[in-house]
C-alpha cells in the first residue's frame, strides 16, 4: 500500500526537480485513467477531490474508490488530497475518510465566493495546519485571489471562485506577504496567484507577461527557495481536444490555457504541483461528442466511457511525462502518516526561511 503525504510527495519532487500534475477524481474512469497513465510510466500521483466532487460521489463512495486504486496499484505513491476546503470541517472531515492531504484556501471566507483580509487567510490557515499536523497529513494554503487578469476577477467552477471584480493586486501573490504567510501558518505547499484562472477559459490570445505573471512564481521562489509552490487553472486547453469536440455538434468558444513550456519553466522554479482539471473533462467529454455522433444507434454506456477514459489516461500520461514524474515512483519509499506527525512535532519539518538579509542580495 503505498497512500503518502503531498508533503513528503513533494519534498521528493523537489529533491529530483520535477512537479506533480494533480488530477481531479469524480467516479471510477478519472480514477482508473490516472493510475494506469501512472503505472504506465512509473510516476508518483496526486488525486484530489472538491467538495463538489464530495457531493457528487459521496464520501463513502469516493473513499472506497481510493482504496481500491490504492490496492490495484500498490507501487504508485498516491497522495489523497482535498481541492479548495473552505474550512475547518471540510478540511478535517476529508482527513476522516482517509485523505493524506488538504487544501486550506483561506483566501476566500467558508461561502467559496467573498475574497478574505490576510488576517483571516493566516488564522483559518494556520488552525487547519495544527489539526493536520498532528496526525502527519499536509496541508496546502493559498495566498492572493485566484483570477483572470484579463477579466479582473475569477471564474466559479464547481460552486467555488471569487465573486465580482477584484483589484489587480489581489490577483497577484505578494512575494515579501508569501514569506510572512509561510512562517505564520508553517503551510506544506503554497498556492500562489499569477493569472491562471479556473475552467476552460482562460486567456483569450496566447498568454504572455501581461496576462500569466511568471515573474511573479520566480520572485517567490527566490524569496522562498524551500517552499513547494502549487499552480492552479493549469490546463493547457490543447487546440486538438477543442477541435474535436467543436467537430462532433460542441460550441466551445476559441479558447488558450496555459502552455506546457510556461508550466515546465515554472517547474523550475520552484512549482511542485500542477492542478489539472479542465484538460481531462474535455478529453472525456470530446470523446463523448464523437461517440454520440459517430455511433448514433449506440446506447451502452461503456462504448462512451472506454474510450473517454483511454483519452484522459493519455492525457496523464503526457503530462507526468511533461513535467519529470516518470520514473519516479519506483524511488519513493512512503513514509506512514505516524512518523510524519512524529517530525512535524519534532519541528524537523518547520519551513526553512532564509534571514531577509541573505535574500536582500
Ligand atoms: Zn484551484
Avoid at 499552480?231 to 460542441?250: E, K, R, T, Y
Wanted: glycine fraction near 8%; hydrophobic fraction near 40%.
Amino acid at each position: 500500500m503505498a497512500r503518502i503525504t503531498l508533503r513528503q510527495l513533494l519534498d521528493h519532487a523537489a529533491e529530483h526537480a520535477y512537479a506533480v500534475p494533480a488530477f481531479n477524481i469524480n467516479n471510477m474512469e478519472q480514477g482508473l485513467a490516472i493510475m494506469q497513465a501512472a503505472a504506465a510510466v512509473d510516476a508518483p500521483v496526486i488525486i484530489q477531490a472538491s467538495r463538489g466532487a464530495r457531493s457528487y460521489a459521496g464520501d463513502i463512495m469516493l473513499s472506497y474508490m481510493i482504496d481500491a486504486l490504492e490496492e490495484m496499484y500498490p507501487d504508485i505513491p498516491l497522495c489523497m488530497h482535498q481541492d479548495h476546503g473552505n474550512d475547518e470541517a471540510t478540511c478535517a472531515s476529508a482527513l476522516a475518510h482517509g485523505f493524506t492531504s488538504v487544501m486550506m484556501d483561506g483566501s476566500l471566507k467558508a461561502d467559496a465566493k467573498t475574497a478574505a483580509d490576510y488576517d483571516y487567510n493566516v488564522d483559518i490557515t494556520r488552525r487547519v495546519v495544527d489539526l493536520a499536523h498532528w496526525i502527519g497529513a499536509s496541508v496546502e494554503g493559498e495566498l492572493g485571489v485566484l483570477g483572470s487578469l484579463e477579466l479582473g476577477g475569477g471564474e466559479q467552477e464547481d460552486g467555488h471562485g471569487v465573486e465580482g471584480k477584484v483589484s489587480h493586486d489581489q490577483l497577484l501573490t505578494d512575494p515579501g506577504q508569501a514569506v510572512d504567510f509561510v512562517r505564520a501558518t508553517r503551510v506544506d505547499a503554497l498556492a500562489i496567484a499569477m493569472g491562471t484562472s479556473h475552467g476552460a477559459y482562460k486567456f483569450s490570445r496566447k498568454p504572455d507577461g501581461a496576462i500569466l505573471a511568471m515573474r511573479v512564481v520566480e520572485e517567490i521562489h527566490r524569496r522562498l527557495p524551500n517552499t513547494h509552490l502549487v499552480m492552479h487553472g493549469s490546463s493547457s486547453v490543447p487546440q486538438p481536444l477543442q477541435d474535436v469536440f467543436n467537430a462532433f455538434g460542441g460550441e466551445m468558444p476559441q479558447t488558450w490555457g496555459v502552455p506546457v513550456e510556461e508550466i515546465v519553466h515554472g517547474i523550475r522554479c520552484g512549482v511542485r504541483k500542477v492542478n489539472i482539471d479542465t484538460d481531462c473533462r474535455l478529453a472525456m467529454t470530446a470523446v463523448f461528442r464523437r461517440v454520440a455522433t459517430q455511433s448514433r444507434t449506440e446506447f451502452d454506456p461503456r462504448k462512451f466511457l472506454k474510450p473517454a477514459m483511454d483519452a484522459m489516461r493519455d492525457l496523464c500520461r503526457e503530462r507526468f511525462e511533461q513535467f519529470g514524474g516518470a520514473g519516479q515512483a519506483s524511488r519513493i519509499k512512503v513514509t506512514p502518516m505516524s512518523e510524519m506527525a512524529r517530525r512535524y512535532r519534532a519541528g524537523e519539518l518547520d519551513p526553512r526561511i532564509d534571514s531577509p538579509a541573505t535574500i536582500a542580495a
